[in-house]
């Protein structure tokens, strides 16, 4: 089953929004949700939502309702200088880039409060964006496409990379067990460039 990203999402009844991000177990390599933003909001989607899927869109078994009373992705939270805690089994991380804050600044006898969206990823698990690193054992390599997830377990089979310029404009299709690991969106290969490029490749599908 594909799990694309940036692609356009239909409900039941109706388009509902693009994919963003998928939420995964590192150490497993479980896709356990998908996150669907739409008009400023972004939802958790538990991946048995998922009725069909291609490269180029996903189909959900759920209605447009029932997916906005589903978990939000991103939330308002106060962002101060420690570490944010955790609340029931959800992580609460700040977004990293400042074109994701929504800040509201106050200043009072020298005390700045700022607030701004932070992502609620379940805990002990974290999300990968589209456009996410790839870094072979000896570099940079690339970008995150889109995750190839076995239907039986939902673990990832396969990573399709966006190998940009390296060798012409492609995808590259890399097993999971040649991941070594995932953290802080960036994909960790255990093999080198070179060995890279003997890996299958298919044209790029998406702009």
């Known amino acids: 089953m594909d799990v694309p990203l940036n692609v356009d999402v239909y409900c039941s009844d109706g388009q509902a929004g693009r994919t963003s991000s998928v939420v995964l177990n590192p150490v497993s390599m479980e896709v356990t949700h998908i996150v669907i933003k739409e008009k400023g909001e972004a939802y958790l989607v538990p991946l048995d939502q998922i009725l069909e899927s291609?490269?180029?869109?996903?189909?959900?078994?759920?209605?447009?309702?029932?997916?906005?009373?589903?978990?939000?992705?991103?939330?308002?939270?106060?962002?101060?200088e420690e570490e944010l805690d955790i609340e029931g089994d959800l992580r609460r991380t700040a977004a990293e880039s400042d074109a994701n804050y929504w800040p509201y600044l106050t200043a009072e006898d020298n005390y700045q409060e700022m607030y701004g969206q932070v992502e609620y990823i379940p805990h002990h698990e974290l999300a990968i964006h589209r456009g996410a690193q790839v870094q072979a054992s000896n570099g940079h390599i690339g970008s995150v496409d889109e995750f190839i997830v076995s239907p039986t377990n939902n673990h990832i089979s396969h990573l399709v990379l966006r190998a940009g310029h390296l060798w012409g404009k492609k995808d590259i299709t890399i097993p999971v067990s040649n991941i070594d690991r995932i953290e802080n969106d960036i994909v960790y290969l255990n093999m080198k460039k070179e060995d890279v490029q003997t890996l299958p490749s298919i044209k790029v599908r998406r702009g």
């Open 54 to 80: 291609t490269p180029h869109e996903v189909h959900l078994r759920c209605t447009i309702e029932q997916l906005t009373k589903m978990e939000r992705f991103l939330r308002m939270q106060f962002l101060g």
